[in-house]
């Protein structure tokens, strides 16, 4: 089946780290835009980082701008997101989404919990 999962996401303290995975299934994501969003409970989902199709070009919110890393290995038709020196405000479901064009994606997402 065509399907889009996150892993990684776990508890932390703050000041940890987590790598988050983006694997797809079914599909590639060669052709593919791919973003992370998070949702706190509560919260409106927000965009926290994208890369392009190539992996050239990398967009992050101001709120984790520093901290972390997106990247993608297409070889593993994987994207990651690495997340360091985390705070207790970046607890949140965090999900991949693949994007051309209209046609879009999304994982189930994993949860990130941080605290102390």
């Known amino acids: 089946q065509v399907q889009l999962v996150e892993s990684g996401g776990g508890l932390v303290q703050p000041g940890g780290s987590l790598r988050l995975s983006c694997a797809a299934s079914g599909f590639t994501l060669d052709y593919y835009a791919i973003g992370w969003f998070r949702q706190a409970t509560g919260k409106e989902r927000e965009g926290v980082s994208c890369?392009?199709?190539?992996?050239?070009?990398?967009y992050y919110a101001d709120s984790v701008k520093g901290r972390f890393t997106i990247s993608r290995d297409h070889a593993k038709n994987t994207v990651y997101l690495q997340m360091n020196s985390l705070k207790p405000e970046d607890t949140a479901n965090y999900y991949c989404?693949?994007?051309?064009?209209?046609?879009?994606?999304w994982g189930q997402g994993t949860q990130v919990t941080v605290s102390s």
């Open positions: 890369v392009s199709k190539g992996g050239g070009r990398t």
């Open positions: 989404n693949a994007t051309v064009g209209s046609l879009r994606f």
